[in-house]
């Protein structure tokens, strides 16, 4: 965009391509309703006011108009899909800003897994804002398939491809001055970093915030939020399909603090995505539990553009980006169009028609992740002792329970037992042929037979695979690595439901609603086979999360999360 | 500052310098007030809440300690001193970061008198945020001692002289993409850039918006200034020495739109800043017009460090610097000590004895910086016709009126009249010692007889002296050029008080109450020879500022502002 060409719009010497009429102008900084005009030129915002010439103008007949939603914390590759398709996902939703930390296809294919995931939002209609990764891998207990130290993340803000540095997971590293970390931060030290410390308090929040890092999505008490906002961090109030903290923390808000408070998903499936939405959700969540609409726009809005310095959109005003939402109610907040740099993109629910999402191809590193030493993969578990170490899988959390139960020998193997919901698990290193492979035991999958297999597993993303036994168990993972990365569900030799992920194990190259279809068929597949879990598969993805206490299993074995080593299966 | 040793002291692992216990924290992102302690170390905060051992301790009994204010906006070279004077001037009063836009002596000296401000600044316990002057010249119908270009800002950029842009005044040439405005703003595109544009509204408005100007502080009424803070520019409510714009303004600020509100005193001599203070002085008197404290004090603290992105300060948190205003009583807002940089500077509003203002020595392009080809310097204005027109000033404004009157004429020259209040009035280069001079004729100074000269002349800071006979201005500008610029008050030949101002014409190198005496002393001096003006120096200042209407004189002739152009002395 030429400045001088917007300049000529803006004083009303040329027409602008784009004028909406009668709109009511949703203004978040002066917090009012503004009756006006909104001049529109190369995809910016050229003036407000009455009495600007256009090319193309739209009466909005009193239509609110809101700056496009931002998402200020989120992984793509949670949704299963490209970015293409994420955007088709998320732009109906009003969308057009999303604040993206690839992890996960970084602990899959490194530096080049993030160059892949900016270079494949390019040209998007969405606004991707890619955070660099912070922690790959997550601990060295586990084999992922790459390792990001600073002077790799410092190259990737040379580039140009990272924007500030995303969740700091590794709290007690920065808590404690650990040398790697500190080298992190220290490339990032005049660009945004963002937290991630649950349950954080006193001094060694103080810590924390200290070494620089500027926001929380972690938060899921008032009490804790409130602390931490006190402290200074931006509060990133998080609507994941497994972390649901929307209405837990809205009593955190008031008209005091909310200029410190941001929206995020973090972790969304495709089918929550399509049926419940995205930062809308939020936002309408956030007016019905009695928020004003603008307070509640601001933390999906300027909020986080001021967080992230990205004071090009956030709010409707002239030189910044033309990306709009329309509604009829700011109280029911139900979005009927979207624009994003100055185009209509989406109405009604869905993409437009002519919106083009262009997709990159898929390199190597990203297109072929999944390299299994199948030779040396062995499910046999000899009973080395009668009572075991058993991860107890909850409902709806990422921590887990040690729970010491019997084994049931069977040839002098430990088996699956499913009447006890015994099942076996196993998570083997996909990305380095290793060999390497964790064997052990988990409740609360409740398979009365098959198995499920995959290789969405946080956050090294190995394959891994949960089953009532052997056969099945083989089955699953096979099919996972024929279709280069996935989801199955076998009963026996058949596979009962597959969902290829071949872009590093973690996305579909599909369209959002065909994935979200496949993933219906799977969970059916998995309740099918027993499994009372409305979500097995992502249930299963964390159950190999070394860093959420209290038991966990990776390719190096079974991980005492709070004493932080790796401890036998049989306990005697 | 190592961060380790930060990162120790936060945990409690080692010992603070400092502990305040028994604070009351204003807490600028919650909006609360904690009873809680600070442990300060290297001059930062490291960690809030009790549990801190510090070499050092101080109870204090329950006052409130709010962060140290910032001044968004402020010449330092309107103090009449030196940076070093100017912190003894404003410390005290609780201003611990001052933004600062050393466009006067821009003027003078060019780029090495803008870094000479910032060499000049070091070391202070004042924090000085220099902004590149945007507008030097001011206009062609000047001459000045120096041009900044978009190459030398630029290079003060990269040189880490400056901060950002500062106010843009010439917003015509912005508003029309002027090539060389257009280059000086891309030159900065990534940072900060002050606004300046009075009375702007409308389509021009937005095309100012558009072009990346981010703030403004030239508003005088509340509609001006929420069409403004609409727009998106930050608001920096003004209380200078000669625009007032505070108790005006206040009405403005609603708990929707204050985040985006600042405090700023872009021009206070000497004996403002002693007697009624600072920023401090804006806090209180916004407190007593019913604002709520701690909304006060945001204007002051987080809103000024969030618009120019100065995260490390504006707020009392971890890893912030620990700068802080400490008060008995929020509601009269009267500072009892100050912090800098974790360090007690002042108290009870004086600058402790044992705090440090290291001064650099001053330049030859500094301190020589008065250069008048005397030779060519000529007081007669040889009579071309009968009616005239002269300079209308008004007390406290700086606008003037183009008033048509007939002149005195004696031995065929037109001569000052002092029973029509009609003064001589002659601007003279004293920057290239060219020999250009302007003369003209003036009214509203009100001299019966004497002359008033002075170096301190908005914006070229060229000799200007108004005076009701010739001998007086002769003996005046000669007073004021003997102390290598300054402001002298003569009346005949006597020399009736004179304020040295020998760094770059502008400054004084003596104490900040010393310079307060002699220019009270100049003000008694003209008031003695008839001048009714509760300051003729700061009038006289801006009666030779082309930008500002009606009716100016610089070096170059008298300028019709709204026609931009010279125009003649004579009408007829």
Redesign the interface.
């Known amino acids: 965009m030429q400045?001088?060409a917007?300049?000529?719009v803006?004083?009303?010497d040329e027409p602008a391509d784009l004028v909406l009429r009668n709109a009511r102008l949703v203004?978040v900084?002066?917090?009012?309703i503004?009756e006006t005009e909104i001049a529109v030129f190369a995809g910016?915002?050229?003036?407000?006011?009455a009495?600007?010439q256009a090319a193309h103008s739209i009466d909005l007949r009193g239509a609110f108009v809101a700056p496009g939603l931002i998402d200020a914390h989120v992984h793509i590759e949670s949704s299963l899909c490209m970015p293409a398709q994420f955007a088709r996902g998320v732009l109906p939703h009003g969308v057009t800003t999303a604040v993206v930390d690839p992890h996960e296809i970084a602990n899959v294919a490194g530096a080049a897994g993030v160059g892949f995931m900016a270079a494949a939002s390019r040209g998007l209609p969405l606004e991707v804002v890619v955070m660099a990764p912070s922690c790959v891998p997550a601990t060295h207990m586990e084999t992922n398939g790459a390792r990001l130290d600073a002077a790799e993340l410092r190259d990737l803000l040379d580039e140009g491809v990272v924007h500030g540095l995303a969740e700091v997971m590794n709290f007690p590293g920065?808590?404690?001055?650990s040398r790697d970390v500190?080298d992190k931060?220290?490339a990032f030290a005049e660009r945004k970093q963002d937290g991630h410390a649950p349950g954080l308090t006193?001094?060694?929040l103080?810590?924390y915030?200290?070494?620089?890092i500027?926001s929380e999505h972690e938060c899921t008490t008032v009490a804790e939020a409130?602390e931490k906002?006190?402290?200074?961090l931006y509060i990133l109030i998080r609507q994941a399909t497994n972390a649901q903290n929307l209405r837990p923390l809205l009593p955190l808000v008031?008209?005091?603090?909310n200029?410190?408070i941001c929206f995020c998903t973090d972790d969304r499936i495709p089918g929550d995505i399509l049926d419940e939405g995205s930062i809308d959700f939020m936002v309408r969540t956030a007016i019905a539990h009695g928020i004003d609409p603008?307070t509640a726009l601001r933390m999906a809005t300027l909020n986080p553009a001021?967080w992230f310095?990205l004071?090009d959109r956030g709010?409707i005003?002239?030189?910044?980006r033309a990306d709009f939402v329309i509604c009829d109610d700011l109280q029911d907040f139900h979005v009927r169009q979207v624009y994003a740099g100055g185009r209509l993109v989406a109405a009604d629910g869905l993409l437009l028609p002519a919106v083009e999402l262009p997709a990159p191809a898929i390199p190597p590193q990203v297109g072929s992740s999944v390299n299994v030493a199948w030779d040396r993969v062995d499910f046999r578990v000899p009973a080395h002792g009668r009572r075991m170490r058993v991860i107890g899988a909850l409902e709806n959390q990422l921590v887990t329970e040690e729970r010491l139960l019997d084994a049931l020998v069977v040839d002098g193997a430990a088996v699956a037992d499913p009447k006890r919901d015994l099942l076996k698990m196993a998570v083997i290193d996909r990305h380095t042929a290793s060999g390497s492979q964790g064997l052990g035991f988990i409740q609360g999958f409740g398979l009365q037979r098959g198995a499920l297999a995959g290789t969405v597993a946080h956050d090294h993303h190995n394959l891994v695979v949960i089953g009532a036994d052997d056969a099945s168990m083989w089955a699953a993972a096979r099919a996972v690595a024929d279709m280069r990365g996935g989801i199955a569900v076998a009963d026996g030799d058949a596979v009962r439901a597959r969902l290829p992920l071949p872009v590093a194990g973690l996305m579909s190259d599909r369209p959002i609603d065909e994935v979200r279809r496949a993933y219906d068929a799977l969970i059916a597949a998995a309740a099918h086979l027993g499994s009372p879990l409305h979500d097995p598969f992502m249930a299963m993805s964390f159950m190999a999360l070394e860093v959420i206490p209290k038991l966990k299993l990776t390719d190096q074995g079974l991980v005492d999360v709070e004493q932080f080593k790796i401890v036998d299966l049989f306990v005697g």
């Open positions: 400045l001088d917007l300049l000529a803006a004083r009303g203004n900084f002066s917090g009012a503004e910016r915002v050229a003036g407000i006011g009495g600007y920065v808590i404690n001055g500190l931060l220290a006193g001094k060694p103080n810590a915030v200290a070494a620089g500027g409130a906002l006190a402290r200074g008031n008209a005091s603090n200029r410190r603008i001021e310095g004071h709010a005003a002239p030189g910044r």
